[in-house]
Structure formats: C-alpha cells, structure tokens
C-alpha cells in the first residue's frame, strides 16, 4: 500500500482519499487521475458512505498540481505522428481527463478537501470541485497554470467566481499568484482555518455533523443548491419544492419527528 499513489479507504461512512506521492509533493499524474476516478465511482456507488474527504500525505503540499513532467511526455508522444481531426477529437472523447475535479463535481455524496502546505493548479481544482474546503494554517493557494502558458480548466474558471465573486477571481486566474489560506479564508474560498495538526480532526468533526442528517435529504439539499445557482429564483423555489416533496414521501422523513419524540438518535435507513 505504501508504494500506492492514491490511498482509498472507507471508515464509519467516510471515504477517504489520499494523495500519497509526497515525494513529488503529490503531483498528480495521469495514473493518479485514473485512480482518483476510480475511487470517486466506487464511493458513489457504496450505501455505506455519506461523506468523500480528499487528503494528502506530506507536510509541504496538498498538491502542487499535475505532473509537468507527465505532461510533456505526453505532448511528445502525441506530435510523434499526424492524426486527422476526427481521430484527435474521438481520442479526446475516450482520454483521460486532464483533472480528477470533473468526477469529484459530479457526486451526489458530500464531498470535502482538506488541504495544507501547496495546493496549487490541479489541487485546488479538486478542492474548487468539492462541497467544503478546511485549510491548515499557512498553506498556500493558486492557479498557476497561466504562468505555464494555459489556462485552468475542468470548471476552475466557472467554479471560482462563483465562490468567491467575479472581482477577486480574476485576479486569482490571471496572476498565478499564490494566496495565504488566511486570506483565502478572508474571502470564503475556504470554510474553516485551523491549525495543521487539527485538519483532520476538523474534517471528522464536520463530516460528523453531517452524518447526523437523513441521507437522502442531504442529498437532495445539495442538489436543490447547485441547479439552483442556474435558475432565476422562482424556477429554483419550484425546482426545491419539488425535491422536498420528495423527501417527505421517504422512511426517513418518519424516522426523525419519531426520534425526536422519542429522544433517541434517529435510525436512518436512506430510503
């Protein structure tokens, strides 16, 4: 397991996934993106879990991005031998994606980074793509890829205004700048601050009080939030009503005034 770059494991409903390359400082290649994938699916599709945190090994980085290195390789083989134009789009279809961050978007578990030291480029898009973001003190945030000539993609550009507003995303994307998690704080790109030895802790304790709530309700409130942001807001009421109609068709809906009543946990059952 120790020569294995991403760890998975699932733990009281958790899944935790670990970026375990420090010796690279958690550079993401394109092994590695398989994996995350991979992992994300195998979390969606287990009953168990109701929560993914995302994690790294190391203490200098989250991830200082994707493997510059891995890439080049690739850009080599890829101009060895002229391809006609529908070849390189069916070969872009069936690619890998440059990025784990459009699996982790797609999710419908709540999904949650926990980042320290660098977590630069592909990094912060992985945690750009989750629902919460804690960050240890003194780590360092960026989009870097315009000092590299491109640009961020898998939804960087779209996903950070509108966290954090229009205004300081620019500035975020077309400097490659890197910023204190203090003032990433400042400015909602993170939802918690502490101190690096208490991240995970924080990560457990918020992913507990999640766990608290019915898992279909959690989920469903996730859902009614993000296609919310895409609709005006009488379409999103609408849209939320329905969803909450739902809800209350469900055991859990039941379970929890009969657990409160009764003053005892309530017993979810997810349906």
């Known amino acids: 397991m120790a020569d294995e770059k991403v760890l998975y494991e699932v733990k009281d409903k958790i899944a935790w996934i670990t970026l375990n390359r420090s010796e690279a400082l958690n550079a993401v290649n394109r092994d590695m993106v398989k994996a995350i994938v ?24 989250f991830s200082v991005g994707g493997d510059i290195k891995d890439r080049a390789r690739a850009n080599e083989a890829g101009a060895a031998e002229p391809v006609s134009p529908l070849i390189a789009r069916q070969a872009k279809h069936n690619a890998v994606p440059g990025t784990p961050a459009p699996a982790i978007a797609a999710m419908n578990k709540i999904t949650m980074a926990l980042v320290h030291g660098y977590t630069v480029g592909t990094g912060l898009l992985m945690s750009l793509a989750c629902d919460i973001r804690i960050a240890a003190e003194g780590a360092r945030l960026g989009l870097s890829e315009v000092r590299l000539g491109f640009m961020a993609g898998s939804g960087g ?25 203090a003032e990433c704080y400042r400015i909602g790109l993170v939802n918690q601050l502490v101190p690096y030895d ?32 895409d609709m005006p807001l009488e379409q999103g009421i609408r849209y939320e009503s329905d969803l909450q109609s739902m809800v209350m068709q469900t055991e859990d809906a039941k379970e929890g005034p009969r657990a409160f009543v009764e003053k005892r946990p309530a017993n979810w059952r997810g349906r």
């Open 38 to 61: 991979g992992y994300c699916r195998d979390a969606e599709d287990d009953p168990s879990v109701q929560v993914v945190i995302f994690k790294a090994n190391g203490e200098r980085a």
């Open 157 to 181: 550009t779209q996903r950070l205004p509108r966290l954090i507003g229009l205004p300081k995303a620019l500035e975020i994307c077309l400097s490659g700048e890197l910023y204190d998690a």
């Open 198 to 229: 208490q991240l995970i802790p924080a990560g457990e304790k918020m992913a507990q009080s999640f766990l608290k709530g019915a898992p279909l309700a959690l989920r469903y409130i996730k859902e009614a939030i993000y296609k919310g942001l």
